[in-house]
């Protein structure tokens, strides 16, 4: 018996052991290549984004987006404050995700705020059309979308839950966007 049984799980080895060794391997897929830049200078910083997008990247701010863009997508994550002048690309939307808030656009100029003083998020717009959403609808629950005209400001308190969107009939200058 004590044979009988060997002999079994010799084949069974030999057999799964075998075939394993005669499938091919599956390549790794690729992790993806994520870009940081990070402002630790006291001025503003321009950077260029690979799809031609200018940001102006305020001091103790980061951006981390994935090199090239791939998937269609372009998604910035912001950590602090930048203005953004986006190339225009209506096959590749172009969303900040910042603090639980996602700003998408097609291409515009506008401004994120992480987090003021006040713990709020803030997206000013100074050309274009927006749309101000949840990024992850377990932290931050706006009721709607929020779309913007220029001039508009949106902000949220992640302390009350409360989501603002103030109208705006004046053009942006470089004085207001320099702000």
Do not use: C
């Amino acid at each position: 018996v004590a044979a009988a049984m060997m002999g079994v799980l010799l084949g069974t080895y030999l057999w799964f052991g075998a075939s394993y060794r005669h499938t091919p391997q599956q390549p790794l897929a690729a992790a993806a290549s994520y870009k940081t830049i990070t402002n630790t200078t006291a001025q503003a910083m321009d950077v260029v984004l690979e799809d031609s997008s200018s940001v102006m990247l305020f001091p103790a701010s980061a951006l981390r987006y994935e090199a090239a863009f791939p998937g269609g997508k372009r998604n910035i994550y912001l950590d602090g404050e930048a203005i953004f002048k986006v190339k225009q690309d209506a096959a590749r939307p172009f969303t900040v995700l910042s603090n639980g808030i996602a700003t998408t656009v097609l291409g515009t100029m506008f401004k994120v705020l992480a987090a003021d003083d006040g713990g709020n998020t803030k997206v000013y717009l100074y050309q274009g059309k927006v749309v101000v959403r949840s990024a992850d609808t377990m932290q931050v629950k706006l009721q709607k979308d929020y779309y913007m005209a220029p001039g508009d400001v949106f902000s949220y308190n992640h302390s009350n839950g409360i989501a603002a969107l103030m109208n705006g009939s004046r053009k942006a200058n470089s004085k207001t966007i320099a702000k």
